[in-house]
């Protein structure tokens, strides 16, 4: 495979990443299941609705790559890096995440449901309208993140950080708080949200 190139459609199952980094490679519906990408380095890729099921991303390096309505199921990612990313729309199911680092990544609409990321540094990203749904976010640091509209049904975020984070009174009522640092602003919604009244 070449850089600046375009692949459409083809099976890259058991793919071997190699030792040379992918640099503005657009995949569209390609099939990497079960893939050797350990220690893979995108620049600039793109990949749209591309399976990655079983797939073994761990030690990864990705810089403004997309990852738009991706499956990426029983798959490895610890000790991934993801910097200037984008995950829209993207499914993570029964990952193995951790340690992982994210750092200006757009995750709206990702599935993270069940997910475990435990103690990891999400501050900062845009995760609106993503599903959480009993995430395990103990011990995250999210201050500053965009969490509107995101689903936190029995989302874990006891001694988490969220001082600064934008999150919507459903997920003040929905999610496990105890423990986590809030600023004024979000201790006040998080009473109305609970129909208390504040004199």
Request: aromatic share 4%; with cysteine.
């Amino acid at each position: 495979m070449d850089d600046d190139a375009e692949y459409v459609d083809l099976d890259l199952s058991e793919l071997s990443a190699g030792e040379n980094p992918w640099i503005r490679r657009r995949f569209l519906r390609c099939n990497f299941l079960d893939s050797d990408l350990r220690g893979l380095v995108t620049e600039s890729c793109s990949f749209d609705e591309c399976d990655f099921t079983g797939a073994d991303l761990g030690n990864s390096v990705h810089r403004g790559t997309a990852f738009r309505t991706c499956t990426v199921r029983n798959a490895t990612l610890g000790g991934s890096e993801f910097r200037g990313c984008s995950l829209l729309g993207s499914s993570l199911i029964d990952c193995r995440l951790r340690p992982i680092t994210l750092t200006d990544c757009d995750l709206t609409l990702v599935a993270l449901g069940r997910a475990d990321l435990r103690k990891t540094d999400l501050s900062g990203l845009r995760m609106r309208e993503a599903n959480l749904v009993e995430a395990d976010l103990r011990e995250v640091d999210l201050r500053g993140a965009d969490l509107a509209g995101a689903r936190l049904l029995r989302t874990r975020l006891e001694d988490s950080d969220l001082r600064g984070a934008r999150i919507g009174a459903d997920g003040l009522v929905q999610a496990r708080l105890t423990g986590a640092t809030v600023d004024a602003e979000q201790a006040l919604a998080f009473a109305a949200a609970h129909g208390l009244h504040i004199a």
